[in-house]
T-cell receptor, first 113, second 114 residues
Framework: AQTVTQSQPEMSVQEAETVTLSCTYDTSENNYYLFWYKQPPSRQMILVIR??????QNATENRFSVNFQKAAKSFSLKISDSQLGDTAMYFC??????????FGKGTRLSVIA | NAGVTQTPKFQVLKTGQSMTLQCAQDMNHEYMSWYRQDPGMGLRLIHYSVGAGITDQGEVPNGYNVSRSTTEDFPLRLLSAAPSQTSVYFC?????????????FGPGTRLTVL
């Protein structure tokens, strides 16, 4: 079974600074998808960014980017120019096609003014 | 599109009571799932369905039943509520095939079992 590990239960960052959240996963598959979800205090799950394993180029969405290292099974999220609205739980998730999404335990990020 | 809807948003039960958490989606998604979220545990899969008439167990299925009679609806039944089922429950849906496979989540149901 696939597992997803987020080794940082909590992190904090100063407003406007850059922070990186770590995620590693375990799989024997070659084709799969990786995601980062944000959960603000409203509890709503919001997709931040996704990466297809067959794509070597790292995904980028505005201030959010990933560092995808397939051989190392690592998928970290970098948030640049952190904003107060980035304060949330962040979940890393793994999925093969036609199987359920598997989540890590999450990292609570606090952005400090 | 309303997306994924869940009712109720909050519920308090007594031990031994039964109830059904409702989930519906209007995006014609084949794949639907139920997760529970507990502090420090992330989201854990309870049950999922790849289409009408097909369901399967996830990581933590004990104490829960599901059925999928239509593409749109995927209710979760608690047969005899226990305090260990106090949690936030999320329903999610996605297309089974396709390049992006984005999973959409409902707003969640906070359940307290006394």
């Amino acid at each position: 079974a696939q597992t997803v590990t987020q080794s940082q239960p909590e992190m904090s960052v100063q407003e406007a600074e850059t922070v990186t959240l770590s995620c590693t996963y375990d799989t024997s598959e070659n084709n799969y998808y990786l995601f980062w979800y944000k959960q603000p205090p409203s509890r709503q799950m919001i997709l931040v960014i996704r990466q297809e394993a067959y794509k070597q180029q790292n995904a980028t969405e505005n201030r959010f980017s990933v560092n995808f290292q397939k051989a190392a099974k690592s998928f970290s999220l970098k948030i640049s120019d952190s904003q107060l609205g980035d304060t949330a739980m962040y979940f890393c998730a793994f999925m093969k096609e036609n199987t359920p999404l598997v989540f890590g335990k999450g990292t609570r990020l606090s952005v400090i003014a | 599109n309303a997306g994924v809807t869940q009712t109720p948003k909050f519920q308090v039960l007594k031990t031994g009571q039964s109830m059904t958490l409702q989930c519906a989606q209007d995006m014609n998604h084949e794949y639907m799932s139920w997760y529970r979220q507990d502090p420090g545990m992330g989201l854990r899969l309870i049950h999922y369905s790849v289409g009408a008439g097909i369901t399967d167990q996830g990581e933590v299925p004990n104490g829960y039943n599901v059925s999928r009679s239509t593409t749109e609806d995927f209710p979760l039944r608690l047969l005899s509520a226990a305090p260990s089922q106090t949690s936030v429950y999320f329903c999610a849906s996605r297309l089974t095939s396709g390049a992006y496979n984005e999973q959409f989540f409902g707003p969640g149901t906070r359940l307290t079992v006394l």
